[in-house]
């Protein structure tokens, strides 16, 4: 019996905790978020669903250069929609 994944809880607790920290979220802290997706080598279904939601949640003004990369890279590899503008 194989053990599903947990870690779609972690990288919710982890986004709360940034969003909460001031509001914001940078690339660094979405890169820890990612990172945790990424680390068993396989990005599930649940995983894909809690980076999309805090994608989503993320406000225009908090995309800068580091971000707009960041979400460009995340759009390209697991086809997720990110905000308005920010894919090439």
Same mark, same amino acid.
């Given at each position: 019996?194989?053990?599903?994944?947990?870690?779609?809880?972690?990288?919710?607790?982890?986004?709360?905790?940034?969003?909460?920290? +001031? %509001?914001?979220? *940078? &690339?660094? #802290? =979405?890169?820890?978020?990612?990172? $945790?997706?990424? /680390? +068993? %080598?396989?990005? *599930? &279904?649940? #995983? =894909?669903?809690?980076?999309?939601? $805090?994608?989503? /949640?993320?406000?225009?003004?908090?995309?800068?250069?580091?971000?707009?990369?960041?979400?460009?890279?995340?759009?390209?590899?697991?086809?997720?929609?990110?905000?308005?503008?920010?894919?090439?």
């Amino acid at each position: 019996m194989s053990k599903e994944s947990r870690d779609f809880l972690e990288m919710a607790f982890h986004s709360v905790r940034c969003f909460g920290d +001031d %509001g914001r979220l *940078d &690339a660094t #802290e =979405l890169g820890k978020i990612l990172a $945790i997706a990424e /680390r +068993d %080598g396989v990005t *599930d &279904a649940n #995983e =894909l669903r809690v980076l999309s939601n $805090i994608i989503a /949640r993320i406000r225009p003004d908090e995309i800068d250069t580091a971000m707009k990369a960041q979400l460009t890279a995340i759009a390209r590899k697991f086809g997720i929609q990110v905000p308005e503008g920010t894919s090439a």
